[in-house]
């Protein structure tokens, strides 16, 4: 089985930023529905910094 290259990278983005955003609000001692609500907040945030950053290393690696 042969994965493209895009979907094992969206896989590793998305893993990353789940074990990410359960380590930052897991640590938290609020409710339980603002620790998801945290959780959403913290996941998104992760996904978008590593796809804002693997975007910067592809266009600077293009124009090198």
Do not use: C
């Not at 290259?5 to 969206?10: D, E, S, T, V």
């Not at 990353?16 to 640590?27: D, E, I, K």
């Amino acid at each position: 089985m042969n994965i493209p290259p895009a979907i094992a990278g969206l896989l590793v983005i998305t893993l990353v930023s789940t074990m990410g955003a359960w380590f930052l609000s897991a640590g938290k001692t609020v409710e339980k529905p603002v620790r998801a609500m945290l959780f959403v907040v913290y996941f998104w945030m992760l996904a978008f910094a590593q796809l804002l950053l693997f975007g910067l290393v592809y266009f600077i690696k293009q124009h090198i």
